[in-house]
Antibody
Framework: EVQLLESGGGLVQPGGSLRLSCAAS????????MSWVRQAPGKGLEWVSV????????YYADSVKGRFTISRDNSKNTLYLQMNSLRAEDTAVYYC???????????WGQGTLVTVSS | QLVLTQSPSASASLGASVKLTCTLS???????IAWHQQQPEKGPRYLMK???????IKGDGIPDRFSGSSSGAERYLTISSLQSEDEADYYC?????????FGGGTKLTVL
């Protein structure tokens, strides 16, 4: 059974930093691209970033480019999102998701809440 | 610019069928999409990938009650024999070389 477990969310002040993790199990982690998707309170889904299966390629939404960094450790079956210079508008539940063939999101985690507030 | 448009809300009666629509912006009618379901207070769940010719591949364990179809720039999700647990938000999603995009979502109410 595929399982994705996010962690690392919490309350952080504007301008602060936070690192999210996503522990994967039940599939060959190193074979799948992985993404972060977020959902602001009461709003829809927004793609944030993707990393290729090897980690060689990364892409970001314009809203986070230059502030967030996605990475992965295939030896630990773990995906990361380093978030710097956080803003109030980054407040959201952050989900990790698998991305088969660089297309649809096949499996989702349960999410971790990030709140940016003073 | 690629945009996915969904109606904000839909409703149908228990046991009935409902057809949700996702419309691709002009010039993008060949794009495949995916449908995702998000039940209240839960993470999203992948339902299916839907191609422009109407062929679709469903995710693990998705019941036969869920089906997809296409017509031009429109992508449809049909849910038959509606159950209470189908009350959820439904999102369409597409992708390019270096971007992924969601529609605004449709909130389905089962009466």
């Amino acid at each position: 059974e595929v399982q994705l477990l996010e962690s690392g969310g919490g309350l952080v002040q504007p301008g602060g930093s936070l690192r999210l993790s996503c522990a994967a199990s039940g599939f060959t982690f190193s074979s799948y691209a992985m993404s972060w998707v977020r959902q602001a309170p009461g709003k829809g889904l927004e793609w944030v970033s993707v990393v290729s299966n090897s980690g060689d390629y990364t892409y970001y939404a314009d809203s986070v480019k230059g502030r967030f960094t996605i990475s992965r450790d295939n030896s630990k079956n773990t995906l990361y999102l380093q978030m710097n210079s956080l803003r109030a508008e980054d407040t959201a539940v952050y989900y990790c998701a698998t991305s088969t063939q660089w297309e649809q999101f096949d499996y989702w985690g349960q999410g971790t809440l990030v709140t940016v507030s003073s | 610019q690629l945009v996915l448009t969904q109606s904000p809300s839909a409703s149908a009666s228990l046991g009935a069928s409902v057809k949700l629509t996702c419309t691709l912006s002009s010039g993008h009618s060949s794009y495949a999409i995916a449908w995702h379901q998000q039940q209240p207070e839960k993470g999203p769940r992948y339902l299916m990938k839907l191609n422009s010719d109407g062929s679709h591949i469903k995710g693990d364990g998705i019941p036969d009650r869920f089906s997809g179809s296409s017509s031009g720039a429109e992508r449809y999700l049909t849910i038959s024999s509606l159950q209470s647990e189908d009350e959820a938000d439904y999102y369409c999603q597409t992708w390019g070389t270096d971007f992924w995009l969601f529609g605004g979502g449709t909130k389905l109410t089962v009466l």
